[in-house]
């Protein structure tokens, strides 16, 4: 039987009696009482503490679990997503062969929950991708992604290295070694997956600009080519403008071929324009 205990970092009271039951070290309830730590194994050699952290409706929680060879503590700084503590929401149960098994129970739950808050966030990241060649969008939220990102790999992206402390200290056998192995993968994955993302978000955003570099070019492409068709008429209402004696108003029959010169230029010059497939591209 194990015995899992769960006391805020906040009441220092029970927190207080906690440690003088249990003997917990000084360093290690120092560490419990302040927030903001690193992902981390300390062991203190008659019982260790961890620093993990999980991802949960869009929140990072940080959980610090005291372990003993027969007891299992959490110092949470704050209440659980949803239901009454960090026990029941993490399955918690009393009824596991050893205390690692129970802290797997916890750590493995808390990685899945992750994920799947992750895979939200990695979704919206491939769907602005696709919206970007389809319509018109802001890359804002791409950004405050990317931001929320970094915040998420500042603490969830140890668990990897921390995971690996847990097997080589528990030196685990049987079905708990490759529980445990399972949850390294599981760490692993997260840490990838955090930093693919976060490369495809770069690239998106270069792409975002790009198209719109892209769309700015093709703008100015065809206000320089009505300008193109300007040209002839600007030439022939120069050269008109000269001092002739019976061009283009003294008659009226060469000041309908002068206008007809003038249509047919800038109706070449549009001709040839389309032809050569610039106004398309």
């Keep these: 039987m194990v015995t899992c205990r769960e006391v805020l970092s906040t009441d220092s009271t029970s927190l207080a009696k906690i440690a003088a039951d249990l003997t917990v070290h000084p360093l290690a309830l120092e560490d419990c009482q302040h927030r903001d730590q690193r992902a981390k194994l300390d062991d203190y050699e008659s019982q260790q503490l961890l620093v993990w952290f999980m991802l949960a409706n869009d929140e990072i929680y940080e959980l610090q679990f005291l372990i003993f060879p027969d007891a299992l503590v959490m110092v949470p700084h704050q209440a659980p997503p949803s239901g009454q503590t960090w026990t029941e929401f993490l399955k ?64 969830i992206g140890h668990l990897t290295s921390v995971s690996e402390q847990i097997i080589n200290l528990s030196q685990p056998s049987g079905d708990l070694a490759w ?44 206000l320089s080519l009505l300008a193109s068709i300007s040209v002839p008429l600007t030439f022939w209402s120069s050269f008109w403008g000269m001092n002739f004696q019976v061009i283009p108003f003294d008659k009226p029959e060469l000041l309908a071929v002068a206008i007809g010169i003038m249509v047919l230029s800038a109706a070449l010059t549009m001709w040839f324009l389309v032809r050569k497939g610039y106004w398309n591209t």
């Design 179 to 222: 529980k445990l192995r399972d949850l390294h993968d599981h760490c692993e994955r997260i840490d990838r997956t955090i930093a693919l993302y976060r490369a495809q978000i770069a690239t998106t955003i270069d792409l975002y600009w790009g198209l719109q570099a892209n769309r700015t070019n093709g703008q100015i492409k065809k």
């Design 92 to 155: 918690l149960t009393p009824n596991h062969r050893d205390v690692w098994h129970a802290l797997y129970q916890a750590l493995d739950r808390s990685t899945d929950i992750t994920w799947q808050e992750l895979r939200k966030i990695t979704k919206t990241v491939d769907e602005f991708e696709e919206d970007v060649f389809l319509k018109d969008v802001q890359p804002q939220d791409l950004i405050t992604l990317k931001r929320r990102l970094n915040e998420i790999d500042y603490s």
